[in-house]
């Protein structure tokens, strides 16, 4: 395999637009994402590499090796308990340390890029498709970790296949990358899922803008009728998991369904294309794509996409291998802009680590106070007040938006429509009560506009969580949307396409259901349901729309 | 922020204003439309524009035609189409309009309901449970038709019947002379000389009464703090209060004021103290009336026992000793000076509405007490503190309270405080007694304690009694505002999760704006008559009068046909009671005269520095 240490560096371009209502002209720079893989790099490590115990759903799991063992790319250290999945050595050396947490492996001092035939391939033979799956030690490599294997092994009933391409995260681009680099590989890993999982249908989400991508994957497709491309805005979010349900099959889900419940798997991308390698190769996770951003010395803020960086090693050397930290900075975030959080160094980089992005320092803020509106589909509240501090703000208020919902009680908020902002103005007005002068915000592109329509005008100033890494990057702040969040204008023959309901433009989705309230388990895949009990002892039924409606009422 | 299907309906005529960006091409729903009970504070911020703005019901269902940001309100040049207003039953408060019953929509067949809509769109459905589940309820209509305004309620059973009758026999007096014996020589009282002494050896704590007569010629002297304003009646024979016959003299009243030794005025949060003629809003039912002579007595109180339940209560005792001793002589006088008579039956009317009058009186100690059913109208003797009662509730008939069951001791907020002679000539309870159109059940009198969980502990029992009387509506009264505004709203709260309609009343304004609330508290009447909205230490200013309690009944009535009260202001807007004073007048065809407010008084010095520029 190609040892050249060569890193792909995406320069952006920066294009000047004037406004013409202002005297004054801004410079607003869009970062240009080519879709450029395939990146081979040398990693200089820094001390031992770090396999965490932790690093998908469930419960840790346990060592199989102990100190002094000999591993191999690829050889099995440590097996889940209960729901979880198998961790492979990402690199050849010594068992050095295992702790509560990880296992320490020493190694060599530089490392490269793995290909997919280093590693050594695991035992199940090929046809047995989710045997492979599940020995590769799949999760989620979106970021959630939920472990793929378990995922596809509930049956579907002749369901979908979503392939989450959407890249919603704003600077990453590694997705977009393997969709022009992988396109047949990442096929072929749909249909494997669709196999696994009894699903007639694969469904691959990709935003409208990526003309590039989506000419990749239509031409990958090319006599297959079972798999479509679907067309999203360019809005954020849309990669939720509930989100893409909603675009593709018209069925907006509670947040206590799962996507079962709408006879549906949502998968990733890169997960389609890693279970692929799992069942062609037998290659387990060792590695993973990642893309690195910000403050990196010769990157001229610029993305620089690792196709394929040895799970374990340092956030550090990673960030070294990329050109190194330029100057002083403010955090280094790991993940994308919106739901990244803030990393360490000597952190080190996991199955769902998908961004490394290094910050300008933040401003001094000098003790204002600052109202937080926290929203399920960006920063939690605990990063809120972090990066509050960070500006040295003083919290004086937290909202929550109204569609932030806490459905298992363990502090992790699911949006009740991703995307479809409920209204700010009530939350504004408590923030300026508060006596903020700031507001300091994670919403999603329609929600951030609706801050917009009244924090100003409260006097309020209007930070966005992401406001510091979009800003290092030259792109311009989330504030107004002006984008359509709809897909407009002509789509590829044989796409489908998240079309305003009312238009009559080909491709749309129909809107099969507005499900609220509903228990898990229920079948959501049906075109309708919705009933609602009052309080006050009286039955309200609320019918968006339908036809030959029946309803009786029976003691 | 979007609001329910449910809630839009009950804001059909609100305007329509958009919570997010919506795109052309939109058809507007529910899920829309920024909450309408947020627009006052968004049109003061500047944040939103109403001008032209279509209501819910008009928007809703239309679609977009051009996209627009949050808090821009839907006018008719975004729609396509203007939806046809529907009719609703938003009438203004007071309206007592006999409304159109609705008619049944729903077909009921054993105990089964069905719906079949072949197509449709947007369509909601209420299903009250009475009807759902009612197998086997009675009445099937008349139950929920069943229609109060306009008199034509059925009385099929029973018909009206009178439970007890009070008759009032007054006695005019020209003239109060001080003489060598309590007598009434044809219209002159004659109070014994040297009584004051006797009076104050009564009561430990009462160091000193000073007696005097104020005659209309005379109202502008120096008064220290009024406790109390009383009728002078008494019963005849063995009559109880409340039946029988009651003797009450005219143009007289007793007036007790007073301080402690070293001159701190008996009162907490303001006072009447000053010039009695810049400090009595004369003619309120708590107040003298502008002519009555004013037999003032003035105690001083043992120092610091101002506060201390002990001290108000013996400045009372020491008082009602004197008049005692002119109830007496009441009882002697010769019938043939009886002037005019007066009859108050208490009538029930099963088949109407039933109603039940709940007035919270204070109940926190010292100046905040109450003293209840004493053997003479407004006396001491057998009467019960409602603190010692707990200030739970205590069921009068409302005969009970015109012959004055309800000794006063009362000192919080003189405008807005009810004396012992308010009681006696209350209007709510007048205009309840004398309404044809309602089952007047009783009136429950119910204390005000100090602390929180006691004032939950009463409401609960106000609750009870009022689902044992079985009422249908309830006017729930206060005096004061503030801490008592908590258990007040407490009650209205308990009455309403019965599903009993009810209508508050109390000084709110300005200042007494409600401190707290409840879903239950959408009816209400605010008893304020001063020009700035606040407690302006006149005596008696702020306190229910007739133009209130006729408010309240129509509000109440409209409230038990189904008929929608309109949500308040948000700032206290005189004009809200004119204009529902005005409708009733027109309605009616009875005028309503409002009462005179502090503007007709002569300005005192006080005033003038406290409160001119408020």
């Known amino acids: 395999m190609a040892k050249k240490s060569v890193v792909s560096k995406v320069k952006k371009s920066s294009v000047k637009a004037t406004k013409t209502t202002t005297k004054a002209s801004t410079k607003a720079k869009t970062g240009t994402k080519k879709t450029v893989d395939g990146t081979t790099a040398k990693f200089k490590i820094s001390g031992d590499v770090q396999l965490l115990l932790k690093q998908h759903v469930g419960k840790p799991c346990v060592p199989c090796v102990k100190k002094g063992d000999k591993v191999s790319i690829g050889t099995l250290i440590a097996k889940p308990q209960g729901l979880g999945a198998n961790i492979h050595s990402s690199v050849k050396g010594v068992v050095s340390k295992i702790t509560d947490t990880a296992i320490f492996i020493k190694t060599d001092k530089v490392l490269s890029t793995i290909g997919p035939n280093d590693a050594i391939p695991v035992s199940a033979k090929k046809d047995d498709l989710l045997g492979r799956v599940t020995e590769a030690g799949v999760v989620g490599m979106g970021g959630a970790g939920f472990p793929t294997a378990v995922k596809l092994s509930t049956k579907l009933n002749d369901g979908y296949i979503l392939v989450n391409a959407a890249e919603c995260e704003p600077i990453l681009a590694h997705n977009m990358a393997q969709l022009v680099r992988f396109p047949k590989e990442t096929v072929k890993g749909i249909q494997y899922a669709m196999k696994i999982a009894n699903a007639k249908q694969g469904i691959i989400a990709i935003k409208q803008k990526h003309s590039h991508e989506i000419e990749s994957v239509l031409k990958a497709l090319k006599g297959i009728d079972n798999i479509r491309v679907h067309l999203l805005p360019d809005i954020y979010p849309m990669g939720e998991e509930r989100a893409i349900i909603r675009e593709t099959l018209g069925i907006l889900l509670p947040v206590t369904a ?75 975030i790991m993940g994308g802009p919106f739901m990244g959080r803030p990393c360490k160094l000597d952190d080190p980089i996991t199955k769902t680590t998908g961004g490394i992005i290094v910050t300008e320092p933040f401003k001094d803020y000098k003790g204002a106070k600052v109202g937080l509106l926290v929203c399920a589909c960006g920063a939690n509240e605990d990063r809120l007040k972090d990066i509050a501090k960070k500006y040295n703000m003083n919290v004086v208020d937290v909202e929550y938006c109204k569609q932030a919902q806490d459905p298992k009680g363990n502090g992790v908020y699911k949006c009740e429509n991703p995307g479809n902002c409920p209204g700010q103005a009530l939350k504004c007005m408590n923030i300026k009560k508060a006596g903020a002068t700031e507001i300091l915000i994670s919403n999603c592109s329609d929600c951030t506009n609706t801050v917009m329509g009244s924090a100003p005008g409260l006097g309020l100033n209007v930070h966005h969580s992401t406001d510091h890494i979009f800003e290092t990057v030259g792109m311009p702040v989330q504030r107004h949307l002006t984008k359509s969040k709809f897909v407009e204008g002509p789509i590829p023959e044989g796409c489908t396409a998240s079309r305003n309901p009312e238009s009559n433009e080909p491709g749309g989705i129909k809107q099969r259901a507005h499900a609220e309230g509903g228990s898990k388990g229920a079948d959501y895949s049906k075109p309708y349901q919705f009933r609602e009990n009052t309080p006050d002892g009286e039955l309200l039924i609320s019918i968006e729309s339908g036809s030959d409606i029946s309803i009786k009422y029976e003691d | 922020m979007s609001i329910s299907a449910e809630y839009a309906q009950e804001h059909i005529n609100d305007p329509a204003v958009l919570c997010c960006r919506r795109e052309a091409g939109t058809t507007l729903s529910h899920h829309d439309f920024e909450d309408p009970a947020i627009f006052d504070d968004l049109v003061s911020s500047g944040l939103l524009k109403l001008d032209g703005a279509l209501t819910i019901g008009q928007a809703m269902g239309s679609t977009l035609t051009k996209t627009l940001d949050s808090l821009n309100a839907i006018t008719k040049d975004c729609v396509d189409k203007v939806q046809e207003a529907k009719a609703s039953a938003a009438a203004t408060p007071a309206a007592p309009t006999a409304s159109a019953s609705v008619g049944n929509t729903t077909t009921v067949s054993g105990g089964k309901l069905k719906i079949h809509i072949g197509e449709g769109k947007g369509i909601d459905l209420e299903i009250p449970m009475g009807i759902a589940a009612g197998a086997g309820a009675a009445a099937p209509s008349g139950a929920a038709a069943g229609a109060v305004a306009g008199g034509a309620a059925s009385s099929a059973a029973g018909g009206e019947k009178v439970v007890r009758t009070l008759t009032r026999k007054h006695f005019n007096i020209t003239e109060v002379k001080r003489g060598d014996k309590t ?28 007696l005097d007569i104020i005659t209309k010629d005379n109202y502008h002297v120096y008064s220290e703090t009024i406790m109390d304003t009383q009728p002078i009646a008494t019963k005849e024979g063995d009559a109880e209060l409340g039946t029988g016959v009651t003797r009450v003299l005219d143009n007289v009243v007793m007036m007790l004021t007073g301080t402690t030794d070293e001159g701190v005025q008996i009162g907490e949060f303001g006072s009447s103290e000053g010039y009695l003629d810049e400090n009595v809003m004369w003619n309120r039912p708590s107040c003298p009336d502008h002519g009555d002579i004013i037999i003032r007595g003035t105690v001083k ?40 008579t007066e009859e108050f039956k208490q009538v029930r009317r099963p088949g109407k509405k039933k109603v039940a009058l709940v007035k919270e009186i204070m109940g926190q100690g010292a100046m905040h007490d109450n003293l209840i059913l004493p053997v003479e109208p407004v006396g001491i003797l057998g009467a019960h503190p409602n603190v010692d009662l707990c200030n739970v509730p205590v069921v009068c008939s409302p005969l009970e309270v015109l012959d004055g069951c309800i000794h006063a ?164 807007n005189p004009n809200v009671k004119s204009q529902n004073i005005e409708l009733i007048s027109s309605v009616t065809g009875k005028p309503v005269e409002l009462v005179k407010n502090e503007k007709s008084l002569p300005m005192s010095e006080k005033y003038k520095k406290k409160y001119a520029n408020a």
């Not at chain 2, 209205?492 to 239950?520: D, P, T």
């Open chain 1, 258 to 332: 799962l996507p079962s419940d709408a006879n549906a798997h949502v998968i990733n991308v890169e997960t389609v294309l890693r279970l692929y390698e799992a069942i062609e190769y037998g290659r387990p996770i060792v590695s993973k794509k990642i893309t690195v951003s910000g403050k990196i010395k010769g990157s001229d803020n610029g993305v620089i996409v690792f196709s394929d960086v040895p799970i374990g090693i340092k956030v550090r050397d990673l960030i070294a291998a990329a050109g190194g930290i330029d100057g002083d900075y403010g955090e280094i």
């Open chain 2, 183 to 210: 007598k009434i020589d044809g219209t002159t009282l004659y109070i014994r000389k040297g009584i004051e002494k006797e009076a104050v050896d009564t009561q430990e704590l009462v160091h000193d009464l000073k």
């Open chain 2, 301 to 340: 109180i043992e120092n610091k026992k101002n506060m201390e339940r002990p001290g108000p209560l013996a400045a009372h005792k020491a008082f009602d000793v004197i008049t005692q001793e002119i109830r007496l002589a009441l009882k002697e006088l010769d019938e043939k000076y009886c002037v005019s």
């Open chain 2, 409 to 572: 001791l009362t000192c919080i907020g003189p405008a807005s405080k009810e004396q012992s002679r308010h009681y006696w000539r209350e209007p709510m309870v007048l205009e309840m007694l004398f309404d044809e159109e309602i089952d007047f059940a009783g009136v429950i009198f119910v204390g005000s304690p100090q602390i929180n969980s006691e004032k939950f502990y009463v409401s609960r029992r106000v609750g009870m009694t009022c689902e044992a009387m079985d009422c249908d509506g309830a006017i729930v009264t206060t005096e004061g505002f503030g801490n008592n505004h908590v258990d007040f709203v407490s009650h209205i709260e308990q009455i309403g999760m019965r599903g009993i309609k009810v209508v508050g009343m109390s000084f709110c304004a300005k200042q007494g704006a409600l401190v707290v609330g409840n879903k239950y508290v959408t009816a209400m009447v605010d008893n304020n008559k001063s020009e700035a909205g606040i407690e302006n230490e006149i005596l008696g200013n702020n306190t229910l009068c007739p133009e209130d309690a006729v408010r309240a009944i129509l509000m109440l009535k409209a409230e038990m046909t189904g008929e929608a009260i309109k949500k308040p202001e948000k700032e206290w």
